[in-house]
């Protein structure tokens, strides 16, 4: 069966060629390739001021917002407001330790700390929203590798088409590592991925339903589309607090094209027509083996084959009930 994908690039459809294919052309395997480095570069960039602070013990206030990730006026704030240590040189010049940033971080825990901190061992179990990012200071390749794990909040809202209202407040209540530099939120990517993340099956899927179109579709309630869903590996995708599931992979598990098929009835429709009970339906069927199909809670049985055993009990008994 073909599949028809969309490109992670440009977006147009395409028929893939095995089912690691994600650009429709080389022209746009190129280009996604050029636009991913330079996001690795910029975010690179964005890290240089911070990384550069990482061997300094006394920061001017300057120094002490770009590490923080905040404005100046801001770290002045702190120290207005006592939460911050800062010492004065002269009427121009005051300094602060990184190790009071620290320690202020510490006696307010949240889901974020410096990110050029290494955690330290806890000695009691450490608060439930106390996050800590570690990046070594010598080894540059292991340090490249761990920044690249973090990825921008456009990125994520662009990704798994989510608001940045919840953004915010999903990664706050899953307790999700961020790291913010020069005024932007990073997030991790494996804890987006799964907090957010769709199954490998999407990609290669064309038609979404909605959970209402499901339900009328298939005629299902929603927790029976979720369960469905749920224990057959159905691909599911959610966009902007809607979930979505695949038309294709529904329709083969409900056998939709069996339902509409004239030449099957329903063990319901078999009873009316020769007027017994379901059960009589299901054990005549049972006793002359013909086979039965099951879609979701209906049974289908071949009309024809059906139709034959229904003259033979009355040709035979005189009427078709059971003997």
Not at 45 to 60: F, S
Not at 119 to 126: I, V
Not at 227 to 249: L, V, W
């Amino acid at each position: 069966m073909k599949q028809v994908r969309k490109c992670k690039y440009c977006g147009k459809e395409f028929v893939a060629r095995n089912g690691m294919q994600k650009y429709c052309c080389e022209e746009c395997q190129t280009k996604a390739k050029e636009a991913r480095k330079k996001r690795q570069q910029d975010f690179m960039n964005a890290m240089e001021p911070v990384i550069g602070l990482q061997n300094q013990e006394y920061l001017t206030f300057a120094k002490a917002a770009i590490l923080m990730g905040c404005s100046r006026q801001y770290v002045y704030k702190l120290v207005n407001e006592g939460k911050l240590a800062a010492s004065r040189i002269s009427s121009r010049m005051a300094f602060i330790r990184k190790a009071d940033i620290e320690k202020m971080l510490a006696g307010n825990p949240y889901h974020r700390v410096l990110p050029t901190s290494r955690p330290k061992k806890p000695t009691t179990k450490p608060a439930k929203s106390n996050y800590e990012i570690s990046l070594p200071k010598s080894d540059d390749a292991q340090l490249e590798s761990e920044v690249l794990d973090y990825i921008s909040g456009e990125e994520v809202m662009n990704i798994y088409k989510v608001k940045k209202s919840w953004l915010y407040t999903s990664a706050k209540k899953n307790q999700v590592p961020i790291c913010r530099i020069a005024g932007k939120n990073y997030y991790s990517r494996k804890h987006m991925d799964k907090l957010f993340g769709v199954s490998a099956d999407v990609e290669a899927v064309s038609e979404w339903l909605t959970m209402k179109e499901a339900q009328e579709l298939f005629d299902m309630s929603a927790a029976s589309v979720r369960s469905n869903a749920y224990r057959h590996h159905i691909p599911t995708k959610r966009e902007y607090g809607q979930t979505y599931y695949s038309k294709d992979h529904f329709e083969q598990l409900r056998r939709t094209d069996l339902v509409a098929d004239d030449s099957y009835y329903t063990a319901k429709e078999a009873a009316e027509k020769y007027g017994m009970s379901t059960a009589n339906v299901g054990i005549i069927a049972k006793k002359n083996s013909i086979a039965m199909v099951k879609v979701g809670v209906k049974n289908l049985i071949p009309k024809a084959d059906f139709d034959r055993i229904m003259e033979e009990r009355l040709a035979l008994y005189g009427s078709y009930s059971i003997v």
